[in-house]
Structure formats: structure tokens, C-alpha cells
């Protein structure tokens, strides 16, 4: 992923790229490794290779940047263990899912897989990832310092298939000196007094708005329709959610999911349109705040040339519930892998406390580790990190708050494609908000009777 110009809301409408691979190397020798019986699928087998047998772990992810935290973790991995390589490869967010059942097919799925949100639904859904509660016991491994809503989003139908390397969210940044020139409040400020809510956040994107042409600063950079991992949190702020609780029906055609949907096409009218995609991103200095991803927080910090700070993104005016994006993405194994020990033994070492730190050092990706996460001088160590206490204040209220994980449901992707088909054309002004929220409704009940579903809580309190 390009630092500069990429986020997920990019990824998650940026289908058509091609592949990256960034590799990283190391070496390790060989754990017993796992040989599958017919109906074992995911059990720990009983026989070993030689210690000096050379293996290749292949792990898949989508985050470039990832790979220059992961390098010394490779380092000291290959230091442990020198006869084990392992191959970071990276591709496209958007063609993750196909490119892994792909792989599947054809007999050389990697070793380790990336998991989170739409993909781990997919994959989960599909039965192509393995229980890890057999390695975990083997090997053992405590899951009792990560949030039970984290590890939620990484098991299916109560079976942990992917362990949480981080817990991320979204994040609503904004350029504090513009809020001081104009003598306003920030998010920040509206936020510890109990008030940081979509109409604030409406009203000032309005009395920031200023200017013309190249000069225009613009009060907020769009409420993306495209980017569940914005609008979920807010519909659970609002009091409602994409399905009941039941999973029976979706519920778009709510008044409460029409509130939420009418707030972001109204904010339109503050933010850069479709000539200004280019010239007037974050970045350029001309927009006053946005939301995105939190990790950003540190992968920003090169590249601009004023100062930012965040808040929690605002919450709905009937509740004043802060709603955070549930986002924990993870590493599991896929089934029909050569060496699921090896695989097992990669995934272990990236989730030890050291690990996890240093990849915080480079990366700016929260500790999945509450202990680690909440750790205030963990945060302080972090030299990279811009406005690292706010980033630890934010990380503390969103675990011990809500968040909202992506409903687990095997065509989640299906649904968000019909889902996006319709708002698309609300925000290109070809159909209006109503009567798309009512076809994307139709056309998501329509996909949940094909489902398959994890009755899983979406909310988690801490």
C-alpha cells in the first residue's frame, strides 16, 4: 500500500491492481509439522521431519508497509530458528479472497494467511482455514490477555481460526491549528465534555469550509458509502445495525439507517468532490479533519507537513454512544498447507510481546495484547508516533467501550458489492437516498437466505 495516497477505504474500491510481492527471508529449524488424515483436518500429527529439513513458510498480507515491522521479527525468527524460511507476500486488498481460494484450487495455498473483516468471513465461511485450538494447546499459548471480541472476529461458529496481530480502528483526525485560528472547539475538546456528536461534527466541517478553487480548504474529506468499517460503527452508534439480531432481515430501509446515511450525503456539500480527488486529500494540507484508519496515526507522520491530533469518530445526536470499528486483523493457517507446525510455530513468534512491540515501533498497529495496548509507557517509547498519548487514550476508551466487528456472514462480500451498486448511485446524484437504501435492503435479504451465518454478538462491551 502507497503511505501517501492509499487507506481502506481505497482498498476496499480498488479492485483492479495488480499484485505486489515485498519477501522478506529468514530461517528456522523444523517443528513437528502437521500431516492431515482424512477427517483430521487441523489436528497436530505425530510424526516430524529431520531437525535440519529446509522449509519455506509463504505468509500472505496486503500492507506493504507491514513488511518493515515484520523484517526484524524475520531477523530474530531466523536467529531461533535457522532452518525455516519465511516469505512475506504481499498482494492486493481488493482480490485477496478470490486470489486466496485460487491458490486453494490449485494445490499451493500459503502457509500463512492474513485475515480480517470481509475476508475472514469469506475464507471462514468457505471452510478454509484450520482450528488452532489444537496448536494452541500444544503449544501453550494463552489467548487470555486479547479481547473477547477481537478473537469474536477471528473464529467462526465458536472455532478460533486466526489470532489478532493488532486491533486497529478508525479514527477522526482534524488539523488543530485551523480549529484555533477560527477560535472553535476541537473534536478532541467536544469529546472530554460529552458532546463530540454528528451535528458538532456537521457544524464544523460548515465553519471550516473556506475559500475558492486552489485555495479552497474543505471542513471534512466525505463520509465514504463504500467503507463498512465507517458505516457499520456509526449505524450501532444510532441504535441499529446492518441485520437484527437474528440475522433474519436487513435493516438499511430503518429510519435509523437513514439518518446516518442522510448525515453523510449532507457533509458532501463540506467535503472535496470527484475534481478535487487528487489535488485535495489529507495530505495536501486543504482538508480540516477526515476519518481513517488509526494506523495512520504513525504512517502519516513523514509525510505531512502540519500538525494533526484525533479524536473517536462522533457519535449519533439520539445516543452519544461512541461506536468503534471492531477491526482486528489476524494470521491463520489454510487447510491443505505442507507444514501447519511450521505455519503454527511463524504465528506464535509474531504474537510474543517483543514481536509486537517492535512492529508497533515501525508500523503504528496497536498491540492486540490488552495488557500491552493500555500500557501508557509502551505508547511513550513509540518516538514515531504522532500525539502518542491521545493515540493511547483513544486505544483504552475504544477497548473498554463498543465496537462493532463485520457481521459474520459467509457472502458478506456479495452483500457490500450490492450494497455499494446502489449508494453509488445516490452519490453521483442518479437515484435518491431513499429508494437506493430500499434496494440495497432488498438485494442484501435476497443474499442472506444463501448465507451462511455465525450467530456471533456484533457488540462487544468491555
Sequence with gaps: MEKKMLNRRNFLQFSAMTAAGAILASCAPAAAPTTEEPGTEGTVATTAPSSDEAITIRMWHWDNFLAEGMQPVADKFKEEHPNITIAIEMTNYGEYSQKVAATIAGGTPPDVAGTIAEHFTNMAGQGQLIDLKPFIDSSNFSIDDYHPGNLSQNSWNSVLLSIPYTADGMWWFYQPDMFTEKGLKTPYEYWKEGNWTWDIASQLAKDLTTGEGVDKVFGYGGLGYGNYFEILPYLASN????????????????????????????????????????????????????????????????????????????????????????????????????????????????????????????????????????????????????????????????????????????????????????????????????????????????????????????????
Aim: with cysteine; hydrophobic share 35%.
Design 239 to 462: 441504535g441499529t445495525g446492518l441485520f437484527d439480531d437474528g440475522y433474519t432481515k436487513c435493516l438499511l430501509d430503518d429510519q435509523k439507517a437513514l439518518d446516518l446515511y442522510q448525515w453523510g450525503y449532507d457533509m458532501r456539500a463540506y467535503s472535496p468532490g470527484p475534481d478535487d480527488a487528487q489535488s485535495s486529500t489529507p495530505q495536501s494540507g486543504r482538508v480540516a479533519q477526515w476519518l481513517d484508519w488509526s494506523v495512520f496515526g504513525q504512517v502519516y507522520a513523514p509525510n505531512m507537513n502540519f500538525k494533526y491530533s484525533y479524536a473517536p469518530p462522533p457519535a449519533s445526536p439520539e445516543t452519544k454512544n461512541h461506536v468503534y470499528c471492531g477491526d482486528a486483523p489476524g494470521f491463520g493457517i489454510l487447510k491443505g498447507v505442507k507444514h501447519p507446525d511450521e505455519s503454527w510455530l511463524w504465528i506464535q513468534r509474531i504474537n510474543e510481546p517483543d514481536a509486537i512491540e517492535t512492529v508497533f515501533q515501525f508500523t503504528g498497529t496497536e498491540p492486540p495484547r490488552i495488557s500491552m495496548a493500555t500500557d501508557p509507557e509502551l505508547w511513550a517509547r513509540n518516538e514515531k508516533y504522532n500525539e502518542s498519548a491521545i493515540g493511547y487514550e483513544l486505544t483504552v476508551a475504544r477497548i473498554e467501550g463498543a465496537f462493532y466487528n463485520t457481521p459474520k456472514v459467509s457472502n458478506f462480500v456479495e452483500m457490500w458489492q450490492a450494497h455499494n451498486e446502489e449508494l453509488s448511485l445516490v452519490w453521483t446524484d442518479a437515484q435518491p437516498l431513499q429508494e437506493a437504501l430500499t434496494n440495497a435492503n432488498g438485494r442484501i435479504n435476497e443474499l442472506l437466505k444463501e448465507a451462511d451465518i455465525d450467530h456471533d454478538k456484533l457488540y462487544w462491551t468491555g
